[in-house]
């Protein structure tokens, strides 16, 4: 019999984008419920998440909360229909673990929140983002084909990174931040403006991304941020 899974979402969300990558990949079936965040969370979902964040993913009545440990327990429990990350038992799995492991880290550790400040100053800083990309990310995705570790499909580096990395593409397009950073990029750090277009045309990282929804709520909080 298969599991029941539900998934508390809201599609504007980079960490709950993170579970439905791996439920794409995996090509589970489940059934989702979308969390309005613009008010108080119910005491119903706040008995799901106390924290009343999304993701959170109930596996037959039992609840398993933030995005990265959601999405690793999904590719823990489906093995077989994905390589999101080799298992520990194969020869390869601690290794290639830790080097995603590591290349997560250096996104959200070195890049994120200085990408973010950037967003929030309408590019100002955008050259800090390019450095830290140069610096800490670039090295490691020299082997990419076109995926992490010259994977041919995505792996949890991708699931973990690619709604940002996705959010990031897409200010740059849009306008959210100057075409400068983006051509500095295109130039600076090849190999990741090369695997960056892979992830953003993969459909699992598309698949509920609702562009103007989110540029829309993107530009109102950066506003309201400045007022
Ligand atoms: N560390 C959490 C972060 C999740 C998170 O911050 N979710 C936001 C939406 S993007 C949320 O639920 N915010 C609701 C609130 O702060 O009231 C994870 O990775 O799951």
Known sequence: MSAS????TNHRCPWAHR???TLAELGVPYEEEII?????RTPEYLAINPRGLVP???YNGTVITESAIVAQFLADTYP???????PTTDPRGPLVRARIAFFVDAWFSKVNGLYNKALNAGGDGGELVVAAI???IEPLLEGAAPFFGGSEKLTMAEVLTGPFVLRLRTFLRRGLLPAQLGEALAEQTPNFYKWSDAVIASK?????FNEDAVVTRTLERIAKAKA
């Open 5 to 8: 899974l539900k998934l508390y």
């Open 19 to 21: 579970a439905h990558i």
């Open 36 to 40: 309005d965040l613009d008010t108080p």
């Open 56 to 58: 959170s993913l109930s």
């Open 80 to 86: 077989d229909r994905a390589a999101l990350a080799p």
């Open 134 to 136: 140069k610096k800490e």
């Open 204 to 208: 699992s990282v598309t698949g509920i």
